[in-house]
């Protein structure tokens, strides 16, 4: 499949966690997706332990599995452990299963970064454009593999 070229952000789909889609930017000084999570929580049980957050404030709670934890540097270089989780990306009419870093990004932009861990998957970014694809669901929608 030929790589989709977006722009410096993009609008997405998190249907697994939103139904609205939102916009996110595209930052391929990142390494990896983070969204913004609020009061983040971890519940640890048998089999697995899992977190809960809200996406917004008062939003509704949502649980999911802890994948892992990444260690991330800032661009201060200033390093945190972020929570890990698994969920679906739609975006470019394309679906993908992806891990997404969960952190506080209430005093910026944008809620979520897409980062080039995600973006070597198939996106070209053409930094002079913005929402080149519609935040629409397609009809005609192509599930990706997994990133690992």
Not at 43 to 56: Q, V, Y
Not at 92 to 118: T, W
Request: hydrophobic share 40%; charged share 30%.
């Amino acid at each position: 499949m030929r790589p989709a070229v977006i722009g410096w952000r993009e609008w997405v789909g998190l249907p697994e966690l939103q139904r609205a889609p939102l916009l996110a930017k595209v930052d391929t000084g990142a390494w990896s997706n983070t969204l913004h999570a609020s009061e983040i929580d971890i519940i640890e049980s048998n089999p697995e332990t899992r977190i809960r957050f809200r996406l917004e404030e008062g939003g509704k709670w949502i649980e999911r599995p802890l994948q892992k934890w990444r260690r991330i540097r800032d661009t201060g270089g200033h390093e945190t452990l972020r929570p890990v989780i698994r969920t679906t990306i739609e975006i470019a009419s394309r679906d993908f299963d992806v891990e997404v870093c969960l952190a506080d990004r209430s005093k910026l932009k944008h809620r979520m970064i897409l980062g080039r861990n995600f973006l070597r998957l198939g996106f070209i970014v053409n930094p002079s454009r913005q929402c080149v694809h519609t935040m629409i669901r397609s009809e005609d929608r192509v599930r990706m593999g997994s990133m690992d």
